[in-house]
């Protein structure tokens, strides 16, 4: 009988090798085997403890000085989520991207994860929609600094270059995507020609509509997610199984089939 994960992982690997310029679209689902909890999902947050804030943008623009405070005292609201991620290492499947990165077969990745794990993995090519955990952001400008090496004299901290507010440079609710990244994403889906999709539930716009566009436009999905999504219906291959477990195998396959 043939394993239907193999043959998935055969013909994401040829759709893989074939294509010219191959994005990785990120979700939480991909940092789920790093012991990170998702928002959606069985296990999820929202699913836990229900839906968040939608004003959290809202409430830091009117009073940025409380924010600060709490952000220094450790008291948001996500405390079992802010805990999983001081600790948290990449897993297989975060190696992997970096694998095919490194063999020029996968060109970029699109991530909605604050985890900073692609980095931890060895990637370079890398937007990230949803700001990274480890940065502060100015909110006027978009100049981008590590969370210790900034200086916090006052608060809120302000931009050196443009006097702007500087925050987290994770993106609250509310907060609209840092123009520079999704300039980048636009590009990229632009030149896509396979997508792989990755522990994204696929419902948080912008980058929802991503693959739509690459789909749109002739190229391929390829779908790598241990639960059904909308995007199933659209993906040219599903692999049916944890990041962590299918992703190594594809960039195994891959590297064969370059090599032979
Ligand atoms: P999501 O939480 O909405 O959905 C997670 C998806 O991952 C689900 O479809 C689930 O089936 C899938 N999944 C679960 N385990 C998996 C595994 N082992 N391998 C592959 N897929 C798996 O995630 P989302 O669509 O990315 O949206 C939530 C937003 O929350 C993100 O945009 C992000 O900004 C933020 N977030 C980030 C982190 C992080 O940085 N690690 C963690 C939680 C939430
Ligand atoms: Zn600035």
Not at 47 to 59: I, S
Not at 212 to 220: A, E, L, P, Q
């Amino acid at each position: 009988m043939t394993d239907d994960l193999e043959q998935a992982i055969d013909e994401a690997a040829h759709l893989i090798v074939r294509a010219r310029h191959v994005v990785a679209l990120v979700g939480a689902g991909l940092s789920a085997e790093s012991g990170v909890p998702t928002f959606r999902g069985p296990e999820g947050l929202w699913t836990k403890h229900g839906e968040p804030d939608l004003r959290d943008y809202e409430r830091f623009a009117q009073d940025p000085k409380t924010w600060w405070e709490q952000r220094i005292e450790r008291a948001g609201r996500y405390g079992e989520l802010v805990r999983a991620l001081e600790t948290a290492q990449p897993n297989a499947g975060h190696y992997a991207l970096r694998d095919l990165e490194g063999t020029g077969q996968l060109q970029h990745i699109i991530t909605q994860n604050i985890d900073n794990l692609h980095q931890a993995a060895g990637s370079l090519a890398i937007t990230e929609i949803h700001g990274n955990r480890t940065k502060l952001r100015c909110i006027n400008c978009n100049r981008r600094w590590p969370l210790d090496g900034f200086p916090i004299e006052e608060l809120p901290p302000h931009c050196p270059d443009c006097g702007g507010i500087v925050k987290g440079d994770t993106v609250m609710f509310g907060e609209p995507i840092p123009h520079d990244a999704l300039e980048e994403c636009v590009n990229q889906t632009r030149m896509c020609d396979c997508m792989l999709l990755v522990g994204t539930s696929a419902v948080v716009y912008p980058a929802a509509g991503f693959p739509v566009d690459v789909k749109t436009s002739g190229g391929t999905l390829i779908e790598c997610n241990p639960n059904e999504t909308p995007l199933t219906e659209i993906s040219d291959v599903v692999l049916r199984a944890p990041a962590g477990a299918a992703l190594p195998r594809v960039a195994g396959r891959v590297r064969e089939m370059s090599v032979g």
